[in-house]
């Protein structure tokens, strides 16, 4: 899930130059292209593979194990849990909510659960996990099946803000981490339009 940093290009003072300034002007802007592009990469890569930017609805994936493991999942049917939490996901295309369908990385008949995954469509994304770890949105995404990134959500056109907690979120969406009673909002609204502060999930009581 993680790309690595660009470091600094190490050019020493006393290497020898042939075919003067143009020579140098070429590897230092080589050496500045390469920083530039380890800068902007993050910690967060991109989308999985497979993932869509078309429109709305957005179905939950039928091959639950190619899904799984192009997020970094796989199936814990049935063990014993370290990890066992719940985040509540709301997306709103200009005002309207688009439907989280159930059973994302997840099926009874199949006897399939990977560690994120959906039983409804509350919204509600179960983490369950074996081992403690960290899980990410862009991982829940990556299993859906839907492209995520700072400035979208699938196909869906406009200006995206989000937030988290209730809180403006300005980082890529990708990299929040799914914790125990956690509310993120993915609104996108029409481009320059004012976004507006989404009120709470009102979480069921066997939750809390």
């Known amino acids: 899930m993680h790309a690595a940093r660009g470091g ?7 290497t020898p130059w042939r075919g003067g300034r143009a020579s140098r002007a070429i590897v ?10 380890g800068c902007s ?14 429109a709305p609805p957005w179905p939950a994936p039928t091959d639950l194990t190619a899904r799984a493991d192009a997020a970094g999942l796989s199936n814990v049917w049935g063990e014993r849990l370290a990890e066992h939490v719940h985040t ?6 200009g005002g309207e909510p688009v439907t989280v369908p159930g059973n994302i990385g997840h099926s009874d008949r ?9 039983h409804d469509t509350s919204g509600i994304i179960h ?8 899980f990410t949105l862009g991982q ?15 196909g869906l056109h406009g200006d995206l803000t989000v937030w988290v907690d209730g809180r403006r979120f300005f980082g890529n969406p990708r990299s929040i981490e799914l914790t125990n009673l956690r509310q993120v909002v993915l609104e996108v609204t029409t481009i320059g339009e004012a976004p507006h502060r989404p009120a709470p999930f009102d979480w069921p009581p066997q939750y809390h």
């Open 110 to 118: 199949a006897k399939f659960a990977a560690q994120i995954h959906t």
């Open 41 to 54: 990469s993050g910690a967060v890569v991109g989308s999985a593979a497979g993932t869509t930017t078309d």
């Open 28 to 37: 230092a802007a080589a050496a500045a292209v390469l920083l530039l592009a």
């Open 88 to 93: 509540h996901l709301t997306i709103l295309d």
């Open 127 to 134: 983490v369950e996990s074996p081992t403690k770890d960290t």
């Open 140 to 154: 829940f995404f990556d299993e859906w099946g839907v492209s995520i990134g700072p400035a979208h959500v699938g």
């Open 8 to 14: 600094r290009p190490a050019v020493a003072d006393s």
